[in-house]
T-cell receptor
Framework: GEDVEQSLFLSVREGDSSVINCTYT??????LYWYKQEPGAGLQLLTY?????DMKQDQRLTVLLNKKDKHLSLRIADTQTGDSAIYFC???????????FGKGTRLHILP | SAVISQKPSRDICQRGTSLTIQCQVD?????MFWYRQQPGQSLTLIAT?????????ESGFVIDKFPISRPNLTFSTLTVSNMSPEDSSIYLC???????????FGPGTRLTVL
């Protein structure tokens, strides 16, 4: 079946790195996404990775994929107060397929 | 980039009534999606709205409860019919852009059913 799991909460000190982890069950997933949802706003696609990639870096964001373990992580370097949000891991089999979301990880930034 | 608006942004409704949520995109898109985000839960796809044909519903969702219209390539509506408190959720409209990194979501409609 399709399932995406992630921890619900993460607290990080400002300036430290945040690492949000996610596991998924569908080995045929081709697209793996990270979305950000700020309070009162819609979802924003942060980054994505194809299943044939191990890593993707985009400025402060690093995505690591371990396809064997079906484990995806999002690292945010130099975490800022503006990074406070809910981060959703998601997967899809192909580009126009339905996207299966995790429950989201609420990132709390400590001063 | 596509800009998506939804109306209403929030509503409080009585049990047994229906609410229609509108989704407007500022550019023509082929596929539009409706999601539900229940409190403390992940987003769940309700249906895919196709222009010129009936919507495609996911398991657990039926047309009688969530009728969808898609009259053109920039607009769609989702109706939540005969509401109960269990329908209290955020409902989000989403569109797939031309590239894989262009999935856009609307701001959501927060529905509370009393």
């Amino acid at each position: 079946g399709e399932d995406v799991e992630q921890s619900l909460f993460l607290s990080v000190r400002e300036g430290d790195s945040s690492v949000i982890n996610c596991t998924y069950t569908d080995s045929s997933s081709t697209y793996l996404y990270w979305y950000k949802q700020e309070p009162g706003a819609g979802l924003q696609l942060l980054t994505y990775i194809f299943s044939n990639m191990d890593m993707k870096q985009d400025q402060r964001l690093t995505v690591l994929l371990n396809k064997k373990d079906k484990h995806l992580s999002l690292r945010i370097a130099d975490t800022q107060t503006g990074d406070s949000a809910i981060y959703f891991c998601a997967e899809a089999k192909y580009r126009d397929d339905k996207i299966i979301f995790g429950k989201g990880t609420r990132l709390h930034i400590l001063p | 980039s596509a800009v998506i608006s939804q109306k209403p942004s929030r509503d409080i409704c009585q049990r047994g009534t229906s609410l229609t949520i509108q989704c407007q995109v500022d550019s023509q898109v082929t596929m539009m999606f409706w999601y539900r985000q229940q409190p403390g839960q992940s987003l769940t796809l309700i249906a895919t709205a196709n222009q010129g044909s009936e919507a495609t519903y996911e398991s657990g969702f039926v047309i009688d409860k969530f009728p969808i219209s898609r009259p053109n390539l920039t607009f769609s509506t989702l109706t939540v019919s005969n509401m109960s408190p269990e329908d209290s959720s955020i409902y989000l409209c989403s569109v797939q852009g031309a590239r894989v990194d262009t999935q856009y979501f609307g701001p959501g409609t927060r529905l509370t059913v009393l």
